[in-house]
Structures are given as C-alpha cells and as structure tokens.
C-alpha cells in the first residue's frame, strides 16, 4: 500500500487501484477510486464552490501480527478535516470517525496477512470491481459495516411504509413515483453521498450496507460527519446547493385535474374561485393540451387564443403553468429534425422506441446541450413568449415502456452509467435559460430528481399514486425523506391520482383528511385523475388535444357543500399561515432546512422521536398528525417535552408524553409549540 500527501489530499495506491481522499466543505471529505489511469473529473452533485480547508494528513508504520505469529511493519494513513477523520490501513479498508469515535468503516473480509476481524478467507473486498465485458466501465460494489442500532433516513422517494430504511433495498434508479436521491442521513451523526448517477442499488443490511454501480469508470462518495441533522443537512447542501427564495405568491392553492380540456374550461374555472373569492395563485394545464407530443404548443383546436386566455388570468392574479414532455411522437413535427441531429435517446439494439403511451414515442436526449437548446426554443415560442409563467416538467424520470436501464444510451454515455441524473438534466433546459430572462426565481414541476436538483427551481411531487389511505400514509414518509435527502420544495396529489370514483363517500373522506394534511406541507395542490372515466371525448381523430379523456372536476367545490365548507376553512387557515411559511422557505433557502420535518430532526435528543413516523414537524411550531385510516375520528399523539397547545380545541398539553385527541372529519389534529 502506497499513501502520498498530494497538495493536501491524502493519495493511495494498491495492486492496480488509485484513490484520493480530501476535504470538501466544512467537516466533511470526498473519497474517490478508480481502476483507471486518472480521475474522469466529474463533481456530479458537489455542484457548489467550498473554501479551502487545511486538512491533517499522517503517513506513519506500524507492526502488525502476521498469521505465522512473527511481526511485520505496515503503512497507514488519516486525513482529518475537523469533525471528521478518515483512517486507511495496510490493505485499503477505510474507516471513517467523528471526534474520535467510529461511524463508519467499510467491510472486508479478505485474508491481509494480520490477525483481525476482517481476516478471514471469504475473499470479499471492501470494493469490488468487475470489469463489463467490452467496454471501459465496471460493475462496482462498496460495502461498509452494519452499525448497530443505527437507523437511515433519506435517500429520497419510494413507495413503500418504510420511514427508516434499514433494513431495505432500494433500487438507485428513477421511476414514475420512485425518486433515487443517493444520500443518507444516519442516526449516528453522519451524511453520506454516493455521488455516482449510475443505475443500481443501495442494501442498508442488518449484517453489511452494500452500494452498487451497475455500471461506471470510478467510485465517488461524499461523507460528512457533523452531529445533528440539522448539522449534516446545513453541510449537505452546503456542497449540493440550496433552493433560492420560494415566492411569497406561490404559497397558496395551486390548481389542478386530468385535465382541462380547452381554454374556455380553464377560464371557466378560474373566473369561479372569483366569484367565489377564494385567491388561486396558480392553474395547471395538464398534458394532451398539444397535437401530439413533442409538438410542444397548443392545439389550435381548442385553445384558439392561448395568449388572450394568459392575459385574462393574470389579469385575476393567476399564474400559469403548463405540461412538457420529453417524449416526441413520430408524428411530431420535431421528430425528424431532432433525429436527424441525434438529439433523442438511443437504443442498444432493435427498433427505435423508448415509450409507447398513446403514440410511438422516443425521449430527449436531456444530456445533449443542443436537446435542451431545441426544446427550451420551441416552449419559449408557444408559452413563455405569450406569458406562460412556469412548467410542468412531467415524466422526467424519463417514464419509459420498460425500465430495461441496459437498453438505452445517451451522448454522454450508456443510461446505466449516468441514467439518474437524467430528471435534472431536463429540469435545466428550463432552469438556465428563464433564470437568465426573468427577476423572479424559477420555479418549476416535476415529477422526478436526483442529488441536488433542490437548486434547479424544482418543486418535486411524488407522482401518481393511488387514491388510498395506505398511499397516503406512504407519502408522508416520501416527504420526510425527500426532505432529509436535501430537496425542500416537495408535494403530492391532494386525494391520490388515480381515483375510481370521485363521487365514493370513501373517497371524499380520504380527501379531506389529505387535504388537512397539505395545508400543513410546503404546497398546496389539487390534482387527480377523477373517475369514472364515462366523459366522451370532444373528437375521434385518435390524437390532438380532443380525443384524451379527462376526468371530472376537481376543484373545492366538486365534492359537496359540506366538504367545501371543510376545505374553504383549510384554505383560509393557510393564508393565515404565509408569514410563518415564508419563514420556513427562508430557512430552507438559507441552511437547506425541510418545511416537511421528521420529528428527530426538531427533537435529536428525544429517543422516542427517531421512532415517529405517523407525525410530524411542519418547521419547528407546529405538530402535525395526519389521520391514516378510514373513518378514524380519535388518534395517540406523541408529544415531545416543552408546552403544547391544541388548536382545534386551545387545551395545552404538557409534554414528554403521548395523548389521546379527538379528530372529528373537520380536523386534523395540530398542536402549536408554545
């Protein structure tokens, strides 16, 4: 084993395999490897400049016991960069300490010639690369020990009940729904980033955690070891960006169905929550608004003066927003100029088709910087020229026909090698240019992310899931860990998207309780696909914007007076709230703080709130409990130690204890820090 000091990076070589390992950012380090010659250069996600740190480097002997009994001299080596100190051994196995005491160490078990726990003869490295047959990359695997005890959080979106991810296997690949965000937040006070964009998995075992690269040219991670989590997420973003400073007119209702059909449906809809005096700041015109996609444009049909229909909202003080895919038909009129100028995904083999919904269909190619050119232009033509405000950046992941990751190729590499990254790159077809032509931050949907896309002007929901209890109880969790992964702008379908139907007393309860919830979430936002899908259609042709069908109406007023009345105090109840929200987007603008908060991210010395997954923190005043179940009226809440009113009721609680409250259909039960 070979350590230098290289300009203050700590350098090792051994048996074919080079590694750097050095400060970025405050207690934290970068780790990299690689069997090549030389670094790719890549910074992935560490996106953000750091200051300059004087790390510690020591390069010292030491004697070992070797397996005969006798003693050898062996080199090792540590990096320390405040908090956080890196140790590397005699045969490369790293552990990683905060202030002295183990975090982190990677698993080896591997005969190294000395008597030790990793000595043993399974032949199994700490890292693992197997060369892909042809080609430059390998498949690589790193391992570390189990810690015990200790929980992870993060990691961004799956859909699943699992608020700690120990004990999971998670797929590091995009999804409609399932968001890959590679960084966990541990329990035992440190941040880790598996800064590699590459398809894969990430295992958090009971006996070793294991993350995978199907395929790549190095191993880079990112490690920082600060304390709490507020500390770790202040240091995370601090080396992957923060959100800039949410619009204060954006705070309120944004509304949204499948889908409005034509201009006049719209109009009709936002001239109601006039009359009705209820303030709606935004309005989505959801997909199949176009010819067929990637025209990118209105269809004339229907929407004759898409620009005189802007002028009208905006002149009632509402934004709009509207659907883009990346999906372009091959009766697109940008099919063949974007193929001829190999700027759509490619294929491995076989035909040329990567998404086959209501049309034969190909996607960007989001890494080429001409592909985000071509389509930011034609977007900028048919919507942000006539007034458009932001868009709706939907099957971003990309959605594909099927997730055959080995299948599919962009100029920059094989999907599998940079794959997760694709969400943010067509974020920034959008993001860089209106950044350039407009004052007011960006602020744009989509449906997926990866590590870092916080800084992008990204307002992430989770997708379409079903209109069920369970899925609800499931998003909570979606959002808490999104939040811990770094993305603060998050949101879901207020009542689930795929609802049968809309007129189930079942369903409007779900609805309600869902709704509570979102008043109490970073954004407020009707959308679902309403069934029974029983409303014709206003044409034939088998495309453009008449043919699809739409479900029915979604806005406060659809579900009967008595929910209405239910949901126009919600509403109210939000607008009373923007200064206290604006505060919390300030906060996470400034230090990458969540509004959605874990409990243990308020309370991280209150063992009971690490075990919390059915409540929350909506930034450090309010106690949120949703109600998960089907008519459930009554609910324990936990309490952490401190002075707690309820505010349907006003009774104060004292903390450090769980209570038992009512939670009549009409409210959610919150309780305000005093």
């Not at 914007?545 to 739409?550: E, M």
Request: net charge negative; glycine share 10%; with cysteine.
């Amino acid at each position: 084993m070979k350590f230098v000091n290289d300009g203050g990076a700590l350098a090792f070589s051994h048996r074919g395999e080079q590694g750097r390992i050095e400060s970025w950012g405050r207690d934290a380090l970068r780790v990299r490897a690689t069997r090549g010659r030389e670094f790719s250069g890549h910074d992935w996600a560490l996106t953000e400049p750091v200051e300059p740190a004087s790390a510690q480097i020591v390069i010292e002997e030491t004697e070992l016991r070797d397996g005969d009994g006798s003693f050898v001299r062996r080199e090792r080596a540590s990096i320390t960069n405040g908090r956080i100190r890196a140790e590397v051994n005699h045969a490369g196995v790293l552990s990683f300490f905060r202030d002295g005491s183990l975090i982190l160490r990677e698993h080896f078990r591997d005969y190294d010639g000395a008597i030790s726990r990793e000595s043993r003869c399974l032949k199994l490295a700490a890292r693992e690369w197997k060369g892909l047959p042809g080609g430059s990359e390998y498949q690589l695997k790193v391992r570390f020990e189990s810690g015990k005890g200790e929980k992870i959080f993060g990691m961004g979106q799956y859909q699943d009940d699992c608020m700690d991810k120990k004990g999971c296997l998670l797929e590091l690949a995009q999804r409609n729904s399932q968001i890959s965000i590679p960084f966990a937040l541990s329990s035992l006070g440190y941040g880790f980033l598996w800064n590699n964009p590459a398809v894969g998995q990430a295992v958090f075992g009971s006996n070793y955690y294991e993350w995978t690269a199907l395929s790549t040219r190095e191993m880079d991670y990112w490690i920082t070891a600060a304390g709490s989590p507020r500390d770790v997420l202040e240091r995370y973003t601090a080396v992957t960006g923060r959100a800039e400073m949410f619009p204060e007119d954006l705070m309120g209702l944004w509304q949204c169905k499948l889908r409005y059909r034509t201009q006049e449906e719209v109009l009709a809809v936002a001239r109601k929550y006039r009359e009705e005096g209820i303030k709606l700041d935004q309005i989505v015109i959801d997909f199949f608004h176009w010819t067929v996609q990637g025209d990118w444009r209105f269809d004339e049909t229907y929407w004759p003066d898409p620009k005189a229909m802007v002028d009208e909202l905006h002149a009632m003080g509402v934004k709009v927003v509207v659907s883009v895919w990346p999906t372009v038909d091959r009766r697109s009129e940008n099919f063949v100029p974007l193929l001829d100028r190999g700027l759509l995904m490619r294929t491995e083999r076989g035909a040329l088709q990567t998404y086959d919904y209501e049309g034969d269909c190909v996607e960007l190619d989001a890494f080429h910087p001409e592909a985000r050119q071509y389509i930011w232009e034609a977007c900028k033509k048919s919507y942000y020229d006539i007034g458009v405000d932001a868009f709706w950046l939907d099957n971003t992941e990309p959605d594909l026909g099927a997730y055959d990751q080995e299948h599919y190729r962009y100029c920059d590499g094989p999907a599998l090698s940079i794959g997760n990254l694709y969400p943010q790159m067509f974020s920034r077809a959008f993001y860089e240019p209106m950044s350039r032509l407009q004052e007011a931050p960006v602020v744009n949907l989509l449906r997926c992310g990866w590590a870092g896309s916080q800084k992008y002007g990204s307002v992430i929901w989770s997708g379409d899931i079903p209109s069920t209890f369970e899925a609800f109880y499931d998003q909570l969790q979606c959002g808490l860990n999104m939040g811990l992964a770094g993305i603060p702008w998050w949101t879901c379908d207020i009542g689930g998207f795929m609802t049968d139907d809309a007129e189930d007393p079942d369903f409007r309860q779900l609805l309600i309780r869902w709704f509570q919830f979102a008043v109490y979430s970073p954004i407020l936002r009707m959308h679902g696909d309403r069934g029974p899908h029983n409303i014709p259609p206003l044409d034939h042709r088998g495309w453009g914007g008449g043919y699809l069908h739409t479900g029915h109406p979604n806005e406060l007023w659809s579900y009967g007076q008595e929910n209405y009345a239910i949901m126009r105090r919600y509403f109210d109840l939000r607008l009373s709230l923007r200064d206290y929200i604006k505060s919390l987007y300030q906060e996470a603008h400034e230090n990458g703080s969540p509004l959605l908060r874990a409990m243990f991210y308020q309370f991280p010395e209150d063992p009971r709130c690490w075990e919390l997954q059915d409540q929350y923190m909506f930034g450090a005043k309010y106690l949120a409990a949703p109600i998960f179940r089907l008519n459930q009226f009554r609910r324990e809440v936990y309490l952490p130690a401190g002075c707690w009113r309820l505010t349907s009721t006003g009774e104060v609680f004292q903390g450090g204890r769980a209570v038992t409250v009512d939670a009549p259909i009409e409210y959610m039960p919150v309780f305000e820090r005093i």
